[in-house]
């Protein structure tokens, strides 16, 4: 939805976890990031992001993005992360 900001879209995310969001951005972050480690190690499921259009998304929003999914990296993959836009992404 991109007439949201970014912390709809981050509230969006919990929500679509199954979470209920928190307010503060770092505690919203990690409360993604563990749900994503339940349903990975709980529930054995690989949750897939695709996000779309972002060719338009500012920096400020894709360093949040690589903070928000850098976790587990060097021993699993709890996650897929589709980046999908304009070719120039």
Do not use: C, W
Request: glycine share 6%; net charge negative.
């Amino acid at each position: 939805l991109s007439t949201g900001g970014v912390m709809d879209f981050y509230r969006g995310l919990a929500l679509g976890l199954g979470e209920e969001p928190k307010y503060r951005k770092v505690d919203l972050f990690r409360q993604i990031q563990q749900a994503i480690e339940r349903l990975y190690h709980e529930r054995r499921i690989t949750p897939v992001f695709i996000l779309d259009e972002m060719h338009l998304a500012k920096d400020e929003f894709l360093q949040d993005i690589a903070i928000l999914f850098n976790f587990e990296m060097d021993s699993t993959n709890p996650f897929v992360l589709i980046l999908a836009g304009l070719p120039h992404l």
